[in-house]
Each structure stands twice: as structure tokens, then as C-alpha cells.
């Protein structure tokens, strides 16, 4: 496990985003903005989209993070808190950085901290 301040070369992410907020603009700011920006940046990018309240938490507990550098966040304070829950309660503890990307309606929590 490296420091916190060493920088950690990404070269596959897994993102974690709710389709709708933002007012319904989750999936295209996925689809049309982060993932070609990942793209461009040389990694790749595995969407996983939610389906349900609470979704995001289980994702972020259960998903296979082998061979994952990055567990990301698009959305706001509420996606930012359900990622960071499920992904803090994981037994296995990987070694994985943790990125939030604001896409959410007010994003206090992710304004507050950047």
C-alpha cells in the first residue's frame, strides 16, 4: 500500500453513478463527459450504474476490485456517502484509490472539501 500523498498511477477504474441526479443527467455526464475524459487519460473505465436506493452501497461492498486502481463516484453528497459507507464496511480492504466527481444538484459535501 502506498502513502496518501504518493501519487498512484490509474490504469482501470470502476465508476459508481446514479443515472438521475443532477436532475436526471447522471447517465449522459457518464456517458458523454467522465467516460471519455477516463479515455483520454489511457483507462479504462468500468461503468456500474445503480438501480435502487441504496444500490450504490452494495456496489461499493461487493464489487470484484481485482485489478482496480480507482473506485469512483459520480453524483452527489448522497452518492459521494453511499460509496465511501459500502466501500469502508468491504472485509478485503483493497488497495484502491477513492475519487468523487460532483454531478449531483448541490454538492455541498464535495464543494465544502475540493
Known sequence: MSAASEPVAIKKAVLINKPAPGGKKGKKLAETVVAPMFKAAGVELVLSPTTHAGHAIALAAEL?????????????????????SGFLSRPDAPDVALGFIPGGTGNTFLHDVM
Open 64 to 84: 470484484n476490485l481485482s485489478g482496480v486502481d480507482a473506485l469512483c463516484a459520480l453524483g452527489g453528497d448522497g452518492t459521494l456517502s453511499d460509496v465511501a
